[in-house]
């Protein structure tokens, strides 16, 4: 082939770089437009189905919430590595919609939550020009929000609010009202306030307010119910709440120890108990004062003593010496031996009982007498009697009937025997303390459990959860599948067809497109106009010849840049 028939062959190739440009512009306008639109739609599909599979489904966690919650919010989900963002204005915070439940539960969990409330704070943002009934609305507001910040601060509160009614002071003593407050809380699932605790609150209230009595505040709880009773109404004889939680819990502590005996003889499922017990809440109290038999005086403890001694003799003068003189007779008067009750025992001198020298003081008529009064012994006993004393225990238990499995795999029931009925109910008695001259009674029985299962209801089979999950988790992408084939097939699809359908002929009767191509073109009958254009390529292609005849340097100069990509000088 020779560099002509190169150059010529090159020649017509922009024409079919540009076919589909051709095609295109081929088309009229509605066709146009919906093979644009298609093409856009698909874009548009393919980058949303793009977005959608990275990005989660986004769900409000809390909305609404104060600085405070939602700055602790934050750190928690951040801490529990949780994807958060915030809504727009920052009014909620929104994680993935599989994970909502989750967290809601974990944070509850560690009380968030826990709501704003303005304190003291409220003070340090006056306007100026307010007047005085507005400070005191603002300071009345920024005490009951100090008091529920303190109430929330009980383990067994989850919210509170505080009213308190502070009446307007004036001048007459007299016509002064005192204040009052009522308190709603709101306490977790499963927990209440004890006397204890519900004191506190009352006491915590009535002391933050001046001239505010205890029984002046209110306690109601989110049921409505008065937590707080006037102390009439606590000293009346209606049943105390604390004393009935009082007996539960004892009973279920009973009924709990016959279980954890029981279960492991004759399965989880296959023992009930209840426990009555009899408990005695009276308070009572004795004082006892008892004496003693009189003691001996080595024993006694004297109170008080008197000794009265007259002398006797004529004309009342000094009573004349007796006894043999020296120091036998002058020894001091012996311990009196005379009881506490009872005849005077006759005076000793110190000469002895029944000497010489008693019968020289009687003759002498002396006289001396000897008061003793002892201590009388008495003990006082006072005892008060303790509250909360069981009086009697009552214990009914049933056991199932003892299933045995033979060699072919057929389960039957069968009563237990006497002897482990007798064990089981040994085994009752000592885990409840039983104590026969208390009162106590325990009685076991061994019947068949009627286990009467109830048919789940059926639901449908396009109602079930994990389908409809599995219809949503779809939803998008096959939504987005589906909105593919319609613009493929409404709008593509038919623009495609008119393309293929206004591609123009390829150009015929040039002996270098019959030489270069593989499947040869037949020379057919051509037109007017073809013949018009074949000629004036033949004079192209003759011209080209005789170029290269003239000056084939210059030609191959065009060639080699042609091979290299430059431009022809």
């Known amino acids: 082939m020779s560099a002509l028939e190169v150059t010529a062959a ?112 409220l003070m340090e943002a006056n306007r100026f020009g307010m007047t005085q009934f507005q400070e005191k609305v603002t300071f009345q507001r920024a005490l009951e929000g100090e008091l529920t910040r303190s109430i929330q601060a009980v383990s067994s509160v989850q919210n509170a609010r505080v009213h308190l009614a502070l009446p307007n002071q004036n001048g007459f003593f007299r016509e002064q009202q005192k204040p009052t407050a009522s308190v709603l809380v709101s306490l977790y699932p499963g927990r209440t306030l004890d006397r204890a605790q519900l004191a506190g609150i009352v006491h915590l209230v009535a002391s933050s307010v001046p001239e505010m009595s205890p029984s002046a505040v209110s306690v109601v709880d989110d049921t409505g119910k008065l937590l707080s009773n006037s102390p009439d109404a606590a000293n009346g004889n209606g049943a105390d709440a604390q004393q009935l939680q009082y007996v539960q819990q004892l009973e279920q502590q009973y009924t709990r120890r016959i279980l954890d005996i029981l279960e492991p003889v004759v399965g989880r499922d296959n023992v009930k108990a209840q426990v009555t017990a009899d408990v005695d809440f009276s308070q009572s109290e004795s004082t006892t004062e008892q004496h003693k038999p009189n003691l001996t005086p080595t024993d006694s403890a004297v109170r008080s003593q008197q000794v009265v001694e ?95 499995t033979d060699a072919e795999g057929k389960v039957t029931s069968a009563a237990l025997p006497a002897e482990k009925v007798e064990q089981m109910t040994a085994l009752v008695r000592e885990s409840i303390g039983f104590n026969k001259d208390r009162g106590d ?53 038919p623009g495609l067809k008119a393309l293929a359908a206004s591609r123009p002929a390829p150009p015929v009767g040039t002996q270098l497109s019959a030489v270069l191509s593989e499947a040869p073109v037949r020379p057919a009958l051509l037109s007017p106009e073809q013949a018009a254009q074949v000629a004036q390529e033949q004079m192209r292609i003759e011209d080209a010849r005789q170029l290269a005849r ?5 030609v191959a100069n065009i060639v080699k840049n042609w091979v290299h990509g430059d431009a022809p000088a």
């Open 10 to 121: 090159a020649v017509p190739q922009p024409a079919a770089a540009s076919s589909w440009g051709s095609r295109f512009s081929g088309l009229d306008t509605g066709q146009r437009v919906k093979l644009a639109a298609g093409a856009a739609l698909l874009v548009a599909l393919a980058v949303a189905a793009i977005v959608l599979g990275r990005t989660p489904d986004w769900r409000v966690l809390y909305a609404n919430l104060g600085d405070k919650d939602g700055g602790a919010i934050i750190a928690q989900l951040s801490q529990m590595n949780v994807p958060y963002k915030y809504s727009e204005g920052g009014g909620a915070v929104m994680v993935p919609s599989d994970r909502v439940h989750d967290v809601r539960l974990r944070l509850a969990s560690q009380g968030l939550p826990k709501g704003s409330v303005n304190g003291f704070e």
């Open 310 to 404: 007259s002398p006797g003799g004529a004309a009342g003068g000094a009573a004349a010496a007796s006894g043999v003189p020296g120091a036998t007779s002058n020894q001091p008067p012996g311990q009196s031996s005379a009881p506490i009750n009872g005849q005077a025992q006759p005076l000793q001198t110190a000469g002895g009982a029944g000497g010489a020298g008693a019968a020289a003081g009687a003759a002498a008529g002396g006289r001396r007498e000897t008061i003793t009064n002892y201590e009388v012994d008495k003990t006082t006993r006072v005892v008060r009697a303790g509250s909360g004393t069981v009086r009697r225990i009552n214990a009914a238990v049933v056991v199932n009937y003892q299933k045995n």
């Open 441 to 493: 009674s325990v009685n076991l029985m061994n019947a068949p459990f009627q286990n009467e299962a109830t048919p789940a209801p059926e639901v449908p089979f396009y109602k079930r959860p994990e389908l409809l999950d599995l219809l949503r988790s779809f939803a998008w992408p096959v939504g987005l599948v589906a909105m593919a084939v319609i613009v493929l097939m409404g709008f593509v699809r």
């Open 550 to 554: 003239q000056n084939p340097a210059a």
